[in-house]
């Protein structure tokens, strides 16, 4: 594999000294930028794009082309194992994702299965060899996949919800298949990250949506519980370095404590936690990824710097902060707002790495 031009993302996910604070945006591949659209409408539907790995490679590198990000992360969605598992997972316009098949009964939980992700998954795996090798070590290919308990929730509900009535009635009445359920899903989870690492991933985070709808009991059994058991089945290191695990539940700043706990490197933490007084929480036992609330992106580039730079002062001085938006980058967001925000990461940040 090629030698890594630009490692700060990496560095900073381990605490080691940066120049300047490394900057991603979750969903920085998307519909706000127009080069996405014309790709995915080449492409046919959502899913045809996420199973094409050449067109994959091409929208998880259009972001890069026109901004100076510290990462690239794979095009895909945080459902295609419970697609491969047989749930039958289409994307409605407007609606967001449907399973046809969700799992509702004893019978449906038995049913689930560890899908083969060099077999049923392999678009995936292709897909990050495809962009491993087109990016020739610009920057770090960063693999993912959405938690256990974030996948049941979509499994049990069959789309997207507001009120988690079906998945929290599962938890409630039937604990017991809730937690076969997410054993099997967790299962999964461990074989797709690790064959994303072994296909060329360089680091991996989990994405836990929906853990913040938990009450703090719950959300330490049926969520934190198994992105242990993920954290703990992990290859850690490929390539002769680290392979960092970011854990990011949203919703999940009151619990940062029993997440540092996991031995994940890093945590990714949402707007509604402050970044300073996180660090003061963790210490130096876990970088912190984020924060600033997206829909900062819809103000003026001026307004975008000062809030940058807020951020930046709350974490203080030394590395170990991953800048981020606190959840994904929203559609309608202007391109070039996106651009003056990375572009104030990077010039308002040196004086934190001296």
Sequence with gaps: MSELKNDRFLKALLREPVDVTPVWMMRQAGRYLPEYKATRAKAGSFMDLCMNPELA???TIQPLERFPLDAAILFSDILTIPDAMGL?????EGEGPIFDKPVRTEADVNNLFVPDPEGE???VMDAVRTIRRELNGRVPLIGFSG???TLATYMVEGSS???????????FDRPDLMHKLLDTTAK???QYLNAQIAAGAQAVQIFDTWGGILTPRDYKEFSLNYMQQIIDGLTREADGRKVPVILFTKGGGQWLEAMADTGADALGIDWTCDI???RERVGDRV??????DPTVLYANPDRIREEVGTILESYGQGSGHIFNLGHGIHQHVDPEHAGAFIKAVHELSPKYHV
């Design 161 to 171: 919800s507001k009120e988690y009535s079906k998945v929290k009635g599962m938890l």
């Design 287 to 292: 970088a912190l990824q984020g924060n600033m």
């Design 276 to 278: 300073g007084k996180a």
């Design 188 to 190: 999964a989870v461990i």
């Design 57 to 59: 490679c091409e929208v």
């Design 121 to 123: 998954l392999k678009y």
């Design 88 to 92: 039958q997972l289409r994307f409605a």
């Design 147 to 149: 938690s256990p308990w």
